[in-house]
């Protein structure tokens, strides 16, 4: 299954730096943390491995990897097979082919249709596919069945702000809802500041990250936010 952990470094004065990352593990949705990271590994979270180029299932001879292929065409074969078409959707996720990962996924949710985890991962998939529209759809989907799920609403506040048009003031709602459950949620705090100051709301930013300071004195992105809002036109 995905599980979204560890992975968004804002630097504020520059929204491509903003970087998120999903990976699939055994449970659905975890922290988003800030982490920066090259464009070529941007969708990875911290401690990720790095992924390799091209189909990603080439072995050492250039030839697909048989167990990966085999699962995939098992997927294929056995449309009906709901773990088959997570397994699939697995591999393609891991080697960064988002299309296929959510062709699967999709699958998997005709067969659940009401399986939470699959529906917020299609989000997950479409997240890391730039297709922040779509995975908007899929989060606030899950959020009618989960409405208390405070990692999927940040995850859908970020929808917000990466976007091509990004829409702050209903990212900082989705934020602002988050905080209302779990004041102390370090993740939503940390994209709040970002929000905050991309709008141009220097003195909400400030005060938000004062808050972050205080939840998570050791957390590695308050140096540098602080260095952006205390010099926002660098």
Aim: net charge negative.
């Amino acid at each position: 299954m995905i599980n979204k952990e560890n992975a968004l470094f804002c630097t504020v004065g520059l929204l491509a730096g903003l970087i998120i990352g999903f990976m699939f593990a055994n449970s659905v949705n975890q922290n988003t943390t800030l982490q920066q990271a090259t464009r070529q590994n941007s969708n990875l979270p911290a401690g990720h491995p790095e992924l390799s180029g091209g189909e990603g299932t080439q072995g050492t001879q250039g030839g697909p990897i048989p167990e990966v292929q085999a699962a995939i065409e098992k997927a294929r074969n056995e449309p009906n097979d709901f773990d088959a078409q997570m397994r699939a959707a697995e591999l393609f996720y891991q080697i960064q082919r988002f299309e296929g990962s959510i062709e699967f996924l999709k699958r998997a949710n005709q067969l659940k249709p009401d399986d939470y985890g699959v529906i917020v991962q299609i989000g997950n998939a479409n997240f890391d596919a730039d297709k922040y529209e779509e995975a908007e759809k899929w989060y606030t989907s899950a959020l009618t069945k989960k409405p208390d799920d405070v990692n999927v609403r940040t995850d859908l506040g970020l929808t917000f702000v990466f976007r091509a048009t990004p829409n702050y003031d209903r990212a900082i709602q989705e934020f602002k809802r988050t905080l209302e459950k779990d004041p102390n949620h370090v993740q939503a705090l940390q994209n709040l500041t970002v929000a905050y100051s991309k709008k141009g709301d220097l003195i909400n930013a400030r005060a938000t990250l004062e808050k972050l300071e205080a939840v998570d004195p050791t957390n590695a992105a308050i140096s540098q936010l602080r260095a952006e809002l205390s010099n926002p036109t660098s």
